[in-house]
């Protein structure tokens, strides 16, 4: 048996790449020093990965934003708005990435969507009809190369032309199959350069067999296959898939000419299944993937070593490899010197999962320390984590009953008494929670954590933000305001912090998106509620005023699914405890006068099973109540709130709408308001804020956009059911573009309202 992984972390273990892309995007440094981090980077994990022992380590998996958009570059597609402003191939690049406003022009960012069931984001390549498809860099090569001359082999990592053209944005009228024989034919292109440079093996990546297909879909599959696989010459190809199982193809599937096979058996349910019933070619080498990719607990070696021991009576040729990319942990474990060694025992980062990889290659061949390895892992399993049960969590929590999950009264009633509580304009605006986080929000926090400020300075610099961020929401002219979050480091692990039940890591930084990264908080222990977390911020910021504060609480679903959880128990349970834990703070909320609520679903599909077959008894059935428990014991007059981000909701609208809160904004300017057709057809009961401008760009969009966005949505929405808001909260952007962004959201708001005040008084 040998060992293999799909892909690595790639921001640097000490997010280098993060912070010299920003210093290149403020033009404090050169392409070239970008360049040299960059190549720092890759050179270090390489190292690494073939110190552990790996066997077939990964290149091409890196990159400066997505692995999606390099792909589409790599074959040419880059559509012509982002040519036409004639920068540097690099700067080009980003334009896509991040959208350009500059002497250059001014083009908007391509869509943002998440990959798949997890908390990386990915940027959706568009096609025009008259987009010449051929290979346009060398990009494979060149890495494989670099890595060569390290004296390290590598295998090449392309995401595969099935899943290109699944994911690519049509701008005309062609579909994927007209493009297909080109984007092959650029692909075989590749594979004869690969080739010719002596490639031993390239895994291209084809994670979307892993949803219902189909019979056209695996036709469309096969034919890509069947015409491709005639370039590959005398390098092996590794056709890998993750994130579930491909029970819809894989009779075929192992049928083509590949060399391998990589299947992931942490969440394919059926894979195991597959491989024993429709059994696995004797010529081909199936890449397993055991090693969680997804999560950060150590690996229970005598769970992994009975299903290699069960696939090694089916298999001649056998890799132990992850599940998925390292990409979705941290680096490693070992920088976490505040974490005890009884709780970091239970961890695995990407470097402790090559550590993994190797232990289990050495305790299934036998060697002679094969049996120390395997009893230290054993012992770790056999003992209880310490702090981890709460027997009064467990109890509240099996005293849930139905009516818990049933806000009185129904929707019509209380809009009507909100209504007459609240007395909002129609088209009230708003935003949807955090504004700047500037260098002295950060310091201040920082001085705070370290013990450089005490506890009364922290809150006296906070509450002059709130003071001074309230006085701007009310001279741009905002309806409905928010106090800014600056006491807050995330939207999850702020309140991580204050639950019980979680543990905290001080580098365990993941890639979001791009330069943004986040530190997922650990679920340990069941979860529970000590005191309140958010009463002080919003009822200071709502005395500052006379316009009505919005309590900022992020949800149960979303809190789980942007922590690494816990294994021992079901997701549903986790998520009830933690519904339970906000569910207080709410009616704490409440009590102290607050009246408009927003408790943030952003990551509610993140979970969604890829099959749909899967959505309802394995996660809405129980997600959609877990909000709902957390709202349901308000008063009719309180305004309960939620957000969406970074998402496709279209395609679960009536699940969204059963959430029962009273507004909901989504994240809707980079998908072009699609979900606007799918609220009308399903004649979306809550009142709406789709996005009117994109928070993820630096650009600061017109007046005369933000209104022509506006219209869109009322020719679909009713106006009285509209909020006009940005996509997203603020934490990110600078101050300057962001008032000016919200001052444009005012006055193409206030121009809509009065162009037509006749039609829409009555």
Not at 555 to 570: A, K, Q
Request: glycine fraction near 4%; charged fraction near 25%.
């Amino acid at each position: 048996m040998q060992t293999s992984i799909i892909g690595y972390p790639r921001i640097g273990h000490s997010r280098q790449l993060k912070f010299q892309t920003e210093k290149y995007f403020r033009q404090e440094i050169t392409e070239d020093e970008l360049q040299a981090t960059a190549k720092e980077i890759r050179h270090s994990q390489w190292q690494q990965q073939a110190k552990s022992g790996l066997d077939f380590i990964p290149s091409n998996d890196f990159s400066f934003y997505d692995l999606l958009l390099d792909t589409a570059v790599s074959f040419n597609i880059v559509p012509r708005r982002y040519q036409d402003l004639a920068l540097s191939e690099l700067d080009t690049y980003f334009a896509q990435a991040r959208g350009y406003q500059g002497d250059k022009g001014d083009v908007k960012a391509l869509a943002m969507k998440k990959w798949f069931n997890t908390n990386y984001h990915y940027m959706v390549p568009e096609i025009e009809d008259d987009t010449p498809i051929k290979l346009a860099n060398s990009q494979a090569l060149d890495y494989y190369l670099e890595a060569k001359q390290l004296g390290i082999e590598t295998k090449p990592v392309i995401i595969g032309p099935f899943t290109l053209l699944k994911k690519l944005r049509y701008q005309g009228k062609k579909t994927a199959s007209d493009f297909a024989p080109d984007l092959v034919h650029a692909y075989g292109q590749l594979l004869e350069q690969l080739d010719q440079a002596g490639v031993q093996w390239v895994q291209v990546d084809e994670p979307d067999l892993v949803y219902d297909l189909e019979a056209a879909d695996q036709a469309f599959f096969l034919d890509i296959y069947q015409d491709l696989l005639k370039y590959k010459g005398q390098v092996k190809i590794l056709l890998q898939t993750y994130f579930g199982d491909v029970r819809d193809i894989y009779p075929r599937l192992i049928e083509l000419d590949l060399d391998g096979v990589g299947l992931d058996f942490v969440e394919g349910r059926k894979s195991l299944e597959l491989v024993q019933s429709y059994g696995f070619p004797s010529d081909k080498w199936l890449f397993a993937g055991l090693i969680n990719g997804k999560n950060i607990w150590a690996n229970h070696y005598q769970e992994t070593l009975a299903i290699l021991q069960e696939l090694a009576t089916d298999v001649n040729h056998l890799v132990l490899s992850s599940s998925c990319s390292l990409l979705h942990v941290p680096y490693r474990l070992e920088a976490e010197d505040q974490l005890p060694p009884q709780y970091k025992a239970h961890f695995a980062f990407a470097e402790e999962k090559l550590k993994e990889l190797a232990e289990l290659k050495a305790i299934f061949k036998e060697t002679d320390n094969s049996q120390s390895l395997y009893q230290s892992n054993q012992d770790l399993f056999s003992q209880d984590r310490p702090d981890a049960k709460d027997p009064a969590v467990q109890k509240r929590t099996q005293a849930i009953t139905q009516e818990l999950f049933t806000r009185q009264p129904a929707l019509k009633e209380r809009v009507t008494a909100q209504r007459a509580s609240l007395n909002l304009p129609l088209l009230p605006t708003t935003t949807i929670g955090s504004f700047p986080q500037t260098r002295d929000v950060k310091k201040n926090r920082a001085d705070y954590k370290k013990g450089r400020i005490d506890q009364d300075q922290y809150i006296a610099f906070n509450q002059e933000q709130i003071k001074a961020y309230i006085k701007l929401q009310e001279e741009i002219g905002l309806d409905v305001l928010v106090h800014g979050e600056f006491e807050r480091n995330d939207m999850v692990e702020y309140f991580g912090e204050q639950l019980n039940g979680y543990l905290f890591t001080q580098y365990a930084w993941v890639q979001s998106y791009g330069t943004r990264c986040v530190k997922p908080p650990i679920i340990w222990g069941d979860v529970s509620r000590p005191h309140a977390m958010t009463v002080e911020w919003s009822t200071y910021a709502q005395k500052q005023t006379n316009h009505f504060v919005k309590g900022m609480l992020t949800g149960p679903v979303t809190i789980l699914n942007w922590s690494f959880p816990r294994e021992d128990i079901s997701i549903k349970e986790s998520t009830y405890q933690i519904a339970l834990a906000i569910r207080d703070e709410v009616l704490d909320l409440e009590a102290n006068g607050i009246q408009i609520i927003q408790i943030d679903e952003a990551a509610l599909r993140e979970k969604l099973p890829l099959r749909q077959s899967d959505w309802y008894s394995q996660y809405l059935d129980w997600a959609i109540p877990a909000f709902r428990l957390v709202h349901s014991g308000v008063q009719a007059s309180t305004q309960i709130h939620t957000h969406m981000c970074y998402s496709e909701f279209t395609d679960i609208i009536p699940a969204i709408d059963n959430m029962d809160a009273d507004v909901i904004t989504f994240e809707a300017s980079r998908s072009k308001l699609e979900i606007l057709d799918a609220l009308k057809e399903n004649n979306f009961q809550t009142q709406v804020g789709p996005g009117v401008y994109d928070i993820h760009s630096p650009r600061v969009p017109s007046v005369e956009e933000i209104k022509a966005t506006i219209y869109k949505i009322l020719d679909k929405v009713a106006i009285e059911k509209v909020w006009i808001n940005p996509d997203c909260g603020l934490k990110t952007r600078h101050v300057e573009e962001t008032v000016a962004s919200l001052k444009h959201l005012v006055q193409a708001r206030e121009e809509v309202y009065h162009e037509n005040q006749g039609t829409i008084q009555g």
